[in-house]
């Protein structure tokens, strides 16, 4: 019987095999063993709406009304983002647009200019 791995969060023996996935059922921590440590540090693809893979220093385009977070300002559908910064997370795209200031954006609803 393989040994499976201990949680990488909380440490627990108590992981088991739920398809590709490895699940932790003490903290409810999922992971893959193919992304784990493994194969030493995995650079994150982050794609645009069309799939076209996004970097630093990339113009995107806002594709859809996006409400800015704090305030009661749109970023309209069109805007064009310059000098984009890839970061982790939900928001995965860091920038400062013109009238704004500094936001974070999610991939998805933006397209390279
Ligand atoms: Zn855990």
New binding site residues.
């Given amino acids: 019987m393989n040994k499976l791995p201990?949680?990488?969060?909380?440490?627990?023996v108590?992981?088991y095999e739920d398809g590709a996935l490895l699940v932790?059922?003490?903290?409810?921590?999922e992971w893959s063993l193919d992304a784990g440590s493994a194969g030493g540090e995995e650079e994150k693809v982050i794609k645009d709406a069309n799939g076209n893979v996004l970097a630093d220093g990339d113009t995107v385009t806002v594709i859809k009304d996006l409400k800015v977070k704090g305030s009661s300002s749109v970023l309209k559908i069109g805007t064009k983002v310059k000098n984009i910064r890839l970061v982790e997370g939900d928001h995965d795209i860091d920038c400062k647009i013109d009238g704004f200031g500094a936001m974070k954006l999610k991939s998805e609803f933006v397209r390279k200019a």
């Avoid at 201990?6 to 627990?12: A, E, T, V």
């Avoid at 932790?24 to 921590?29: D, K, L, M, Q, R």
């Fill in positions: 201990n949680c990488p969060q909380c440490s627990s108590y992981t932790c059922p003490e903290c409810g921590h």
